[in-house]
């Protein structure tokens, strides 16, 4: 096993060691932090991905983003992160769309 990955877990394991909710286990709320930070990984690579082939030129033309691409992805990060919190909320309401 990877030692940053080690430590990742025993990071999970101590945040949910310290918040565990009534009613669930330790085991449980272990499962539930691991499943947490998948999905936050996942999320964070789906943006970068999605920002970069949307923003960046493929041609590499200098070692720097160039102020127009820091601009597309300030933009796209933020309408990125923007859209996932309605989605949260519209989750959280049953699905139904904020009003």
């Not at 949910?16 to 947490?36: L, S, V």
């Not at 990984?41 to 970068?48: G, I, S």
């Amino acid at each position: 096993m990877k030692r940053g990955f080690l430590r990742s877990e025993e990071n999970i394991a101590s945040m949910a060691a310290n918040n565990i909710p009534a009613g669930i286990d330790k085991e449980q709320a272990f499962g539930m932090a691991e499943t947490e930070m998948e999905y936050r990984v996942e999320l964070f690579n789906r943006l970068a991905q999605t920002c970069f082939n949307k923003c960046v030129d493929k041609r590499y033309k200098e070692s720097e983003l160039n102020m127009g691409e820091n601009t597309c992805i300030d933009r796209c990060v933020s309408k990125y992160w923007q859209v996932n919190g309605i989605i949260g909320q519209m989750l959280s309401a049953g699905g139904r769309p904020p009003m």
